[in-house]
C-alpha cells in the first residue's frame, strides 16, 4: 500500500514538473549558472530554430536555454524582436565564464550591443517565470 502511495506521489511530481514548469528559477542573476545552461522547463514552448534564425514563444519558462553559436565583430548588432508578457526574460552571449547583456526588454528591430569583443559566443535565453515571443535573426 505505501509503495503505491509514494509512486503516485512521485509520478505527479514528475508530470508537474514535466508540463507546468513549477517552480522557478532562481539564477537569472546568477552568472555561473547561466554559463553553466543546465536547466530548461517550459510549458507551451512552441519554437522553429536555424543555425540563423530562432522564432519561439513560451507561455511559462524557467532557466536557461542555448539556442545557437555565432561569430561577431567587436559591438555586434542583432535584429530581434521581443515581447516579454510576464516574468523575466533576457538574451545573452556566453563565451567561457563571461556573461554579455544582448536584452531584457521587450524590443524590436536592430539591437546594438556595446562592449561585447568580437569571437564566438553561446547565445542563450534566461528565463524566469517568463511568458514571452521572440524572433531573432542571426546571420
Known sequence: MQFK???N?????????????CGS???YDDNAQIVKASSWSATGEVSF???T??????SKCNGVKSVATVTVPDDPT????????????????????SVYLVTDTSTSGPVT???????????????????????LDLG
Open 5 to 7: 502511495i509514494v509512486r
Open 113 to 135: 550591443t556595446n562592449g561585447i569583443p568580437a569571437g564566438k559566443y553561446s547565445v542563450r535565453l534566461v528565463a524566469e517565470d517568463a511568458k514571452f515571443q521572440i524572433t
Open 53 to 58: 534564425h530562432l522564432d519561439m514563444r513560451c
Open 49 to 51: 530554430n536555424t543555425n
Open 78 to 97: 542583432f535584429d530581434m524582436t521581443v515581447n516579454i508578457e510576464a516574468g523575466r526574460f533576457k538574451v545573452v552571449l556566453v563565451q567561457s565564464n
Open 9 to 21: 506521489v512521485a509520478a505527479a511530481l514528475l508530470l508537474c514538473l514535466t508540463l507546468t514548469a
Open 25 to 27: 528559477f532562481s539564477g
